[in-house]
């Protein structure tokens, strides 16, 4: 049987860490290209890995009778027009998220993916982890009752990636602490909570500690070391307030704050329990009953989100099915983020149509 043909185009730390490592434990895929704009990294990917080929320019593979399938793993600015391309080209795509730099470019792509009948998978790797699909199943069964509000909490000391580059250029990146962290806590509350309709969006970003390039002070940095003649024109801290048909939500979250203690976790408020997940972690649920307060710990095995999230979009282009991580599912998360950005600029609550 012929193996489905994929093509890696960006070579940078999340092709390396999560898609080429998942794409090469399939045994139906089979990795023909490693496409990057810097040559060499594209040439480190054929010799590290031992498949493929390098090219630089993605135009040049875009009609190949190789490529079945591709993984969008750039920069945020180009999302768009790379999967545009490529689906119009008739291939199936996997984006990393955000699924793009704005709302409105992730809207065309969405566009695009139903003129087409193309596969469109948005990175949202959290759909397909461990702990999360439990708390999804607990919410979905009844166990917490009426979810009525969620708490997100991402929050570092100083964690700026990339200070003065492509991570801090809104040009680039669309935002900051929101669009790099906050899509992904964002996107658990509305995977776990059913996806429910936004109704209204009050926010505010705040650009303070990265500000002064050359005066940062920080202990490690990743994607670093800092650029002192580079841009810093984004979000390092952002809170608020979003209600949906569903439950309240509320967020807090930094890149950089002057408070010495991280805390990544969502707390689920149901009228019959409640949950606080530790990000990439596990969960503890807490409840009543016959007159005591319980808190109960499960225990179980974590499998590998990327490979679940790789396999289940080989399963999207062999069925022809969309997954939980289409774009249809995750565009909700591009338009909460954009009216919490509007919000914050705006000076006012968004109300979404």
Not at 104 to 118: I, N, P, S
Not at 134 to 162: M, W
């Amino acid at each position: 049987m012929k193996k489905i043909g994929v093509a890696i185009i960006g070579c940078g730390t999340i092709a390396n860490n999560a898609h080429i490592p998942a794409y090469l434990k399939n045994p139906e895929v089979e990795i023909v290209y490693f496409c990057d704009i810097r040559p060499e990294r594209a040439e480190e990917a054929v010799r590290r890995y031992g498949v493929g080929e390098a090219v630089v320019d993605y135009h040049d593979i875009l009609h190949s009778d190789k490529v079945d399938a591709v993984s969008v793993c750039t920069p945020n600015n180009v999302h768009a027009q790379i999967t545009i391309d490529f689906l119009k080209a008739g291939k199936d795509v996997l984006c990393e998220k955000p699924a793009a730099r704005t709302y409105e470019d992730a809207l065309l792509m969405q566009k695009v993916r139903h003129e087409t009948g193309g596969i469109l998978n948005i990175g949202v790797c959290n759909r397909f982890n461990t702990s999360v699909n439990k708390i999804k199943d607990l919410i979905d069964s009844g166990e917490l009752g009426e979810i009525y509000h969620v708490y997100i909490s991402f929050r570092a000391h100083r964690s700026i990636p990339g200070l003065g580059g492509d991570f801090t250029t809104k040009a680039v990146a669309g935002g900051g602490a929101l669009i790099d962290w906050g899509v992904h806590f964002l996107d658990i509350v509305m995977y776990c909570c059913g996806d429910p309709k936004p109704v209204t969006v009050s926010g505010q970003a705040f650009s303070k500690l990265g500000r002064d390039i050359k005066g940062y002070t920080y202990t490690d940095m990743w994607a670093g070391p800092p650029k002192l003649d580079g841009i810093y024109d984004v979000d390092d801290s952002v809170t608020a307030l979003i209600r949906t048909e569903g439950p309240t939500i509320t967020l807090h979250g930094a890149w950089a704050q002057n408070i010495g203690t991280d805390e990544m976790y969502i707390d689920f408020m149901g009228d019959k329990a409640g949950i606080r997940l530790q990000y990439g972690a596990g969960f503890k649920m807490y409840t009543a009953k016959d007159g005591a307060l319980l808190e109960i710990t499960p225990k179980f095995t974590m499998t590998n989100m990327y490979e679940n999230e790789i396999n289940s979009f080989i399963e999207c282009i062999k069925t022809r099915n969309d997954n939980v991580a289409c774009i249809d599912n995750a565009v909700i998360t591009s338009q909460i983020m954009q009216a919490i950005y509007d919000s914050s600029e705006k000076a006012r609550e968004i109300v979404l149509k």
